[in-house]
């Protein structure tokens, strides 16, 4: 068990408190290489992304786990509410979002809930929260080695920040080569750790990641990316990689966790929309692909359509007119125009959204694949890059549909870590009961319900991973949970809902007005959590 005496607690505050303020002094500098390094302009639009994916999302996670841990020093007990704790989908549910009141004007009608593996108790809920605080445990302290991912650049640090502040594990960070450049940052940022020695930071290829791995003081691995890097990790390759699998030998022989992508389904409920609520649709599945050139996990990869739904080619027309609106993104991550060629040499007849600018790749989306086939590209690979396919099943009714979808989502695509599903609430309310049992039985760590999935990545207070079940062998969209800042256990999946159309337009919005503003405002609401903060965010998110 680690030590809680106030004495322990109080420094892992101040550990949090230090941090907060280092990231804050170094947010624009943080902001500046990373659009330096994707061809951003450091004051245009797209750079909010940077700042809301990188900065702010970290002092989020670091004001929660601060809460959390005093929380802990007032009481003695974990951060467990009963006015948390619901009854749905035949267990129960802790609805851990919305907690305060900026929670509610930010996303007003947006909640969050954590799903439990097994059905457990309330009183068992309680019991297995914050265990590396509270339970009997091993005195020494482990090291953890973290592959950082290269993508998104709040992704490394707050695995880190799982890794020492809810298990209790000192960080080795490896970088990615992709985004080396942020080392510095890393230090300042988390300076506090540094001088504890709690946390370091090594660059390198994969030969330098490969020793970190095997050196006998570290104890555990995590590591956001791709499934054939982690098998190589934990297997070996060629050969020896078969050797292995063949005796149950891994190579790699210490416990690693990992998040290692999806080709993420956005499922479209069949309904009768207004125009508007076409458009804003349209915005928000373009929204899901453009963001960070879709050099994410959670990007929209396949829309799950009905053939019957009178609106579909209407749909798919507004969707190809936003496409074509928005500017191709500099193609910054390795291997990204092979992998556009080779969905474009697939589906010769998609839509391309233009000419790009030297080194960015068109949008595209290619529409009407056939959901029998077995082994289809953009059902089996995540292209990461730029595109988007759309599949249309052949169920009318939206209660056959959602079954329909939910099986072909299950079985046909590739991965469990994030799903998409927009529902019309005439659907919802007609046909609630198949709209709860789709919510349980879609086997993913996240499902969003009219919003990006991305936003349960963010929330910080929603632990974020694929479903469970994966193995060494079969590791799919990786093993274990992150951003698990209440420090509950035993979770299956994070339901995240949103209305189907809000009042305030979302700030990842590709058409939001003032996104950089308020991407700003958030990142000093976040490091201050003051209440005139709050009235600029406000201000400024209705925009």
Not at 324 to 345: D, L, M, S, V
Not at 461 to 485: M, Q, R
């Amino acid at each position: 068990m680690l030590e809680t005496s106030a004495k322990a607690l109080k420094q892992r505050i101040a550990w949090l408190k230090q941090m907060r303020r280092d990231t804050l002094q170094v947010a624009e500098e943080w902001v500046g290489v990373s659009c330096k390094a994707k061809k951003i302009a450091i004051d245009g639009k797209q750079a909010a992304e940077e700042w809301l994916a990188g900065p702010m999302s970290v002092m989020r996670h670091m004001r929660l786990l601060q809460e959390t841990l005093e929380h802990l020093l007032r009481t003695g007990e974990p951060q467990f509410y009963e006015r948390e704790i619901q009854t749905r989908g035949g267990g129960v549910v802790a609805q851990v979002f919305p907690q305060r009141l900026a929670d509610k004007v930010l996303l007003f009608g947006f909640s969050a809930e954590i799903r439990f593996l097994e059905r457990p108790s309330v009183d068992e809920i309680r019991k297995q929260m914050a265990r590396v605080y509270l339970a009997e445990s091993e005195a020494k302290q482990k090291t953890c080695v973290v592959l950082g991912a290269g993508n998104v650049s709040s992704i490394g640090l707050q695995d880190v920040l799982n890794k020492v502040f809810s298990e209790n594990q000192s960080c080795v960070l490896k970088m990615n080569p992709v985004n080396e450049y942020l080392s510095e940052v890393y230090l300042k940022s988390f300076s506090a750790l540094v001088e504890e020695g709690m946390f370091q930071v090594v660059c390198g290829g994969a030969g330098v990641g490969e020793e970190w791995v095997q050196r006998v003081d570290v104890d555990a691995v995590h590591m956001t990316g791709s499934t054939s890097v982690h098998d190589a990790i934990v297997w070996g390759v060629d050969d020896e990689a078969v050797r292995n699998r063949e005796a149950g030998t891994p190579k790699l022989d210490k416990p690693i966790t990992s998040e290692l992508g999806c080709v993420t389904p956005i499922v479209v409920v069949p309904g009768e929309w207004s125009r508007q609520d076409l458009k804003h649709h349209a915005w928000n599945i373009a929204s899901m692909l453009v963001n960070n050139g879709s050099f994410n996990c959670n990007a929209a990869k396949v829309i799950v359509t009905s053939a019957y739904w009178n609106q579909r080619d209407e749909f798919l027309a507004y969707l190809r007119e936003i496409l074509h609106q928005i500017t191709p993104r500099y193609a910054y991550y390795p291997g990204a125009k092979e992998r556009h060629h080779e969905f474009c040499e697939a589906y010769p007849e998609a839509f391309v959204s233009g000419v790009a600018e030297e080194g960015a790749l068109p949008w595209v989306l290619a529409t009407g694949l056939d959901a029998s086939v077995t082994n289809e590209l953009a059902f089996s690979k995540e292209a990461w890059c730029g595109v988007l396919a759309e599949t249309a099943l052949p169920e009318s009714c939206p209660g056959e549909f959602l079954h329909a979808a939910k099986e072909f989502c299950n079985h046909k695509l590739f991965g469990t870590l994030s799903c998409g599903l927009i529902i019309h609430p005439k659907e919802r309310k007609a046909y609630g009961d198949a709209y709860e049992t789709v919510l349980s039985e879609l086997h993913y760590g996240t499902v969003a319900v009219n919003a990006w999935p991305a936003l349960v990545y963010a929330l910080g207070v929603t632990p974020w991973g694929a479903h469970p079940g994966h193995t060494l062998e079969d590791v799919g969209s990786g093993i274990g949970f992150v951003h698990n800042t209440r420090m509950f256990e035993n979770i299956e999946k994070c339901v995240l809902e949103a209305p189907f159309r809000g009042w305030i337009r979302p700030p990842w919005f590709a058409n939001h007005r003032q996104p950089l503003r308020l991407a700003k405002a958030l990142t000093r609401y976040e490091a201050q959590s003051s209440f005139g903060g709050l009235g600029r965010v406000m201000l400024w998110g209705i925009f």
